[in-house]
């Protein structure tokens, strides 16, 4: 069983004020720490699971500058037997850009399986994952919960709107978007991390792909990015838990909910 | 003929005799090794060095069983008159032996002397045995949990104790020389057989029934509990040695890899569950017990590095005699508060919290059982330099309008103040900081802290076993102190002070100038002492004192709180069921904080309820993570209204005037 596991190394920007750049188009990210893709490492660990009960190979792959390699020595060293980091060189690329690069890494490397991540925190497009699918031609499926593979076939559970679940059965090779919570990523021990960091990292050069023009060409032109506008200040309830609890009702009733 | 040890009466096969005891002081001497050839199997044997403290406390606790005493006078007296007892006859047997086949001494007034006193530690030794039968059987003390051997082992002794009376009994029946009457014992069982000839004939039998039983009893004793009596001075005089530092690397091998001492401490338990009375997690029946630790420890190590257990036989009935394969299950070792109380209590000083480490960083390094919550800790203290998940920026936030010099932005100090993280980021705690700054600005002393430039010190990774993080940290903060010219260091957290006190100095280089560390309460004391505080304001107000581990139990600290909280006027303090070195961990520890477990209580509600029993009106605390533990204790346990929590400096801080505005009025 051959995997190959997608994983972005994306800024962490959870309790962070983010400020944007002088160009309008992007935040200042001199100063955020940097982590795995927090959908792409339910699917690392998705293929090492796999690969643990099933056996295989595990490659795991980005598209990044030299300090993204953070990224693949963590899935080094949660399991992955190899690892090749893109040279985005000056490219910044958007959903497609990707998608058009990462397939035509993956397609000469064997593959059963391919898995991304449902989403990337930075720019949350949602879609990388299909596109590479599309792009290879392959049987694909997103927000992908639960995940068994036997005899060359996969069972599927995909996440559907308002809690439900959609069972199928896929067979392979095919691409599958992970969900978080699919299960539980193992942890990463500093001497894990420092373990791996004495394995290669295949590094390929993205402009020495032989890749069509257009497909290096940006298909959503970012105009500005800003800020959400400041709303009005919020209104602080007064009084005791009887009458603030009149207010709260009165104003869920005001804004359209009937009770 | 004058009287005299009389050796073989009326045995003829001596021979078979001698031959019996070369075997079983063969499989004795096998046992031995086997066991010893275990703690040698230990990753960095440490080089053992002479300690007074070491020989100290053999003397204390080896020869007079000092902590069995403690807290338990009845198994003091039955474990001194046991060990005695035995220690006794086995040398009775030694001089018997010297004088048969060395040199004869043991003839009238010196044999009549020898008698008397083999007799008196013979009774001696019976009632040790006899009281150990009563307490596990007909009293069923709580903390013993009687195994199979525990049984057999004190009826062997019996027996063997019973048979050699019966011994000189018998002899003394058929011919009893004058003066013999000072063998009391013996005397008893001479009226035993009806006739001398009776005597005559059933004496080898009853002469080869106790030599069997007695070397089997040496034969059975390297493989049993009894082990402990070698194994256990070892390990008290290890207890002393300091701290070992294992070094990991990328190199070393799989699993938990047990020192030296760990070893040492599995193979001398004895079972006599002291530690589960003591363990918070084990009392407030979590599923764990430093007890069972142990002993999956020492059948763990037992089967792997034994060199026995290369033969299938033995392999198979060690299995068999822990009913599966022995395996330390992963999910016990996280719920150790490492609180130590284990460690004060066990007579042979066994703390199942340090082996426990070692299995945790091996948990660590293997990753996919790690508990949620703790690997997302992790996890956040490794990128944002804090367990808080808090951006460096906001480190100083605490400061609010006071000013607090930054050694970082070329403040001078002599004094810097380690806030540390859950100093800094928790808002409860805050209150410690701002109090304590206060009082060193009251006080006029010159300090600064490291303002959003301080690092963690480790204390979560260290204790969770994360090894790599935790060299990470250390590498990070010893940089950063000497950036700055740090030399005298006081920190806000008894879990900061430790590691900065203990652990530290084994990371850096030899010959480094040592740092001077000191937690706030010895600081504060010595302002006090300098008359550089003195609190004037009256509150009249019962307090208790809740001990934190690291500064009681690790550090010895429970004297200068005491006196700092007295010398308030007004203010009473009352003891809480436990204090000082049996102080109660309030569940913090550990990385307990940082973790949600299975089935895991609420320890902190139990000391709390302790403290609320004392009908104190405020519980002080001199930790962060006791603070913010019992303060939640206190509203989960309904307790709001009833009693506060607060910490040392807030309460010196009001004493001085110096309160929080608005808290003023809440106190007195
Ligand atoms: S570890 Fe110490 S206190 Fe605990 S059962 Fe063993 S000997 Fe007793
Ligand atoms: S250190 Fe404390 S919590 Fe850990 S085993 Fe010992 S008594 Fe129990």
Known sequence: ?259 | MPIARIHFWGIDSKYLFYILVGISVAVFLLGVYSRVSVWLAAVNREKVIVSREGILNLLMDGLFGRRIFKGDLIAGLMHFFIMWGFIGLFLGTVLSTTDYWIIHFLSGDVYLIYSFCLEILGLMFIAGLLTALIRRYIARVSRLDNQAQDLWILVLLFFCVLTGFMVEGVRLAVNMPEGESVSFGGVIFSSLPSSKEQAEAVYPIIWWVHSLASLFLVAWFPFSKLFHVLAGPVNIYMASQPEAVVSRDEESPEGPGFLFRDMINFSACTRCGRCNEVCPSASAMEPFSPREFIAQANEYTRLRYNPLSRIKWFREKLIKSVSALPEISPEQIWYCTTCRACLEVCPIYIGAFEPIRRVRTSEIEEGSRVPNLLTKSLETLYMFDNPWERSKKKRGEWFGDLAVPDLTAGAKADLCYFVGCTTSFDTRAQGLARSFVKIMTHAGVSFGTLGQKETCCGDIARRVGEEGLFEEQVKKTMGLLKTYGIADLVASSPHCFNLFRNEYPLYQSPGATPLRVRHYTQVLEELMERGLIKPVKRMDLRVTYHDPCYLGRYNNIYQAPRRLIRSIPGVSLVEMAHYGPDSLCCGGGGGRLWQELEDEKKLSEVRIREAADTGADIVITTCPYCLIMLEDAVKTADLEGRLRVMDLNELIAESLGLGEEGEESTIG
């Open chain 1, 1 to 259: 069983m051959n995997i190959i596991v997608c994983v972005k190394n994306v800024p962490f920007t959870q309790e962070v004020d983010l400020v944007l750049d002088a160009s309008k188009q992007d935040v200042k990210k001199d100063n955020l720490v940097y982590v795995i893709n927090e959908w792409d490492n339910y699917a690392i660990e998705e293929a090492i699971r796999i690969k643990e009960e099933t056996g295989g190979h595990v490659t795991a792959v980005t598209l990044g500058k030299e300090a993204d390699e953070e990224v693949l020595r963590r899935c080094l060293a949660m399991g992955a037997d190899e690892a090749i980091r893109v040279e985005r060189g000056d490219l910044n690329p958007d959903a497609s850009m990707i998608a058009a690069i990462l397939s035509a890494v993956v397609k000469t490397i064997p593959h059963d399986i391919i898995l991304t991540g449902v989403q990337s925190d930075d720019l949350n497009n949602g879609i990388t994952g299909s596109l590479i699918a599309e792009r290879l031609g392959l049987v694909h499926a997103a927000v992908v919960n639960s995940l068994k593979i036997s005899e060359g076939k996969a069972q599927i559970s995909i996440e559907l709107e308002g809690g439900q679940d959609e069972m199928s059965q896929v067979t392979l090779p095919a691409l599958f978007a992970i969900q978080t919570g699919i299960n539980e990523p193992r942890y990463v021990s500093i001497m894990g991390i420092r373990k791996a960091s004495k394995k290669e990292i295949k590094v390929i050069d993205a402009s020495g792909l032989g890749l069509p023009g257009e497909d290096l060409q940006p298909s959503l032109i970012m105009e500005e990015m800003f800020m959400p506008p400041e709303t009005e200040g919020a209104e602080m309830l007064q009084g005791d838990a009887g009458s603030l609890a009149d207010q709260i009702i009165r104003i869920i009733r005001e804004k359209g909910v009937s009770l």
